[in-house]
């Protein structure tokens, strides 16, 4: 069956400096066959055409989240949503409600952010052992680098006063008893994660089909998926049975780098739907959970510089990224901290220097805190950088008392990058913010913060432009996914990925961006989303 479609009567920014506007587009199937002018569109519609005509709306090429969790944050969207909550109080009576309308499970997820309530008061068990004596409890903060376990969960996991903290990780301990408060860090979270049951079937099936609905009402085409146990298993059952409405790129946890290598999986390997070959690791942990890995201690809590990952500290990430980048496997390494960023750079040039040289394409996951010498070095590197613009709208309100006044001028780096040629792609980290790009776009154009009280930008000179900013969201996306032939831009012979938003963003002012909307999502030439 023939499925060609003209979109015409559009604002359509292309993405392709040849051919920046159109105002029309052609697909034949999954492909884009012109791009153009609607006089020359003409010769190419047939009675088998589908015409739908924009009214003038803006066009551009289908966004690409460079970091997202699908499955967790389809499972996010089916549990306790506490990422509003304002006060300590309303931290409690949510989960008491919802305790209550779902007794008998887990209550997970949670994306809970203490910066937000008065005097950012650290939660602890107390606050919910005595309506939940027989409900285990583990809810995370939004960075997932920190959560909260009540005493039920804590006697799960065997967690008590001798307990000693993981390498990598923080049991947070009563200064007084010494007992743990039920506040645990980074790889202490995995304590607990080893007792939570392992969900059914049909929850990851719900989970995956949430993730999806939220991507196509976002306008998002393809995701750079972080891809835990379990997840790839029913990735593919979606993608065999043709109900992938996004792109995934799978990076996997480097810890199964050898299972890759042994079966002679490279880079970029699988369909135009889903692909594995890139491995993800963590250096070091969060800024909000005073995890992330700094050469310097933070402000607000001067006897730490923060957290190295155990394969950091021990030196088996570094073999493990050599091995990987010997074998030709992408890697993608989450640093958050100036020195978590640093030692990284230091591993990637090693690995240039002894390594074959091939087209490794080496992703720093975040970077948010980056030391503006190592901005070169990853320029000079080829080194990638994946950041996520809206994180940037949480931390601004305390990144100033975690790191003090000259050092957040090293922080969201974005225009630097740019001016120095390091590849920049964005993305959400969802579900730890909103999977939503037009509110990154939004944060990486205005550069406030939640409070609302940085209206000139926090760190203004590190503004960048719409266009810029929608370059990080597709054609620099698809590069850091070596996908450029077919991603990222709206030109003849690439795959038909589109969005279609309700007002044009690059005409209307910055403040208005975050609350623009989509009319259309087209997936592999399909109208997979209409707003009408």
Not at 199 to 210: F, G, M, R, T
Not at 452 to 461: A, D, L, Q, S
Not at 497 to 502: E, I, M
């Amino acid at each position: 069956m023939i499925n060609k479609k003209a979109y015409t009567n559009g604002k359509i920014y292309t993405v392709n400096p040849a051919q920046p506007w159109a105002e029309a587009v052609i697909t034949n199937g999954n492909k884009i066959v012109f791009v153009g002018t609607n006089k020359d569109c003409k010769s190419y519609i047939d009675d088998q055409t589908e015409v739908i005509d924009l009214e003038g709306r803006l066009m551009l090429p289908g966004f690409i989240d460079s970091h997202a969790h699908i499955v967790m944050g389809g499972f996010y969207l089916l549990s306790i949503d506490l990422s509003e909550v304002n006060s300590k109080q309303e931290f409690i009576s949510s989960l008491k409600d919802y305790i209550e309308a779902n007794p008998d499970k887990w209550i997970t997820e949670g994306n809970w952010n203490h910066e937000n309530w008065d005097g950012s008061p650290l939660p602890c068990k107390e606050w919910i052992d005595e309506f939940t004596p027989e409900t285990p409890v583990f809810v995370v903060r939004m960075d997932y680098h920190m959560g909260l376990a009540n005493s039920y969960a804590l006697n799960l996991a065997g967690i008590t006063k001798e307990t000693p903290d993981p390498p990598g990780g923080a049991i947070v301990r009563d200064p007084e008893t010494g007992e743990p408060t039920g506040m645990l860090k980074d790889k202490a979270m995995d304590l607990v994660y080893a007792v939570i049951p392992t969900p059914k079937d049909e929850d990851y099936e719900n989970a995956i089909n949430a993730a999806l609905n939220e991507a196509k009402r976002f306008g998002v085409t393809s995701i750079h998926d972080i891809t835990y146990k379990n997840h790839l298993k029913y990735l593919q059952r979606f993608e065999k049975r043709g109900e992938l409405t996004c792109r995934v790129y799978s990076r996997l946890m480097i810890d199964l780098h050898q299972d890759l290598i042994d079966a002679e999986i490279e880079h970029n390997f699988g369909s135009d739907k889903l692909k594995i070959g890139s491995m993800k690791a963590f250096a070091d942990g969060s800024l909000g959970s005073n995890t992330a890995w700094f050469f310097d201690p933070y402000d607000d809590e001067p006897d730490t510089c923060g957290l190295a990952m155990e394969k950091m500290q021990d030196g088996r990430l570094k073999q493990w990224m050599l091995e990987c980048d010997r074998n030709k496997l992408q890697l993608s390494i989450h640093a958050i901290g100036d020195r978590a960023v640093s030692e990284l750079i230091d591993i990637v040039e090693e690995m240039k220097k002894n390594n074959d040289l091939w087209d490794r394409r080496f992703r720093l996951e975040h970077a948010q805190h980056i030391r503006h010498d190592d901005i070169k070095r990853c320029a000079d590197l080829d080194i990638i950088v994946s950041a996520q613009p809206y994180h940037l709208f949480y931390d601004g309100d305390y990144l100033e008392k975690k790191l003090g006044e000259q050092r957040i001028k090293d922080s969201y780096t974005f225009n630097s990058f740019i001016k120095n040629n390091v590849k920049l792609c964005f993305g959400s980290d969802w579900s730890v913010v909103s999977l939503n790009p037009m509110t990154g776009i939004y944060s990486a154009v205005k550069r406030n913060s939640l409070n609302g009280k940085n209206e000139t930008g926090i760190v203004p000179e590190e503004i960048i432009t719409v266009e810029e900013a929608v370059k990080c969201y597709t054609i620099n996306g698809a590069y850091a996914a070596y996908t450029e032939d077919k991603l990222g831009s709206i030109e003849p012979g690439k795959l038909a990925d589109f969005v279609v938003l309700h007002e044009n963003i690059f005409e209307i002012a910055h403040d208005r961006i975050k609350n623009v909307e989509v009319d259309f999502t087209i997936f592999d030439g399909n109208i997979v989303y209409s707003a009408q």
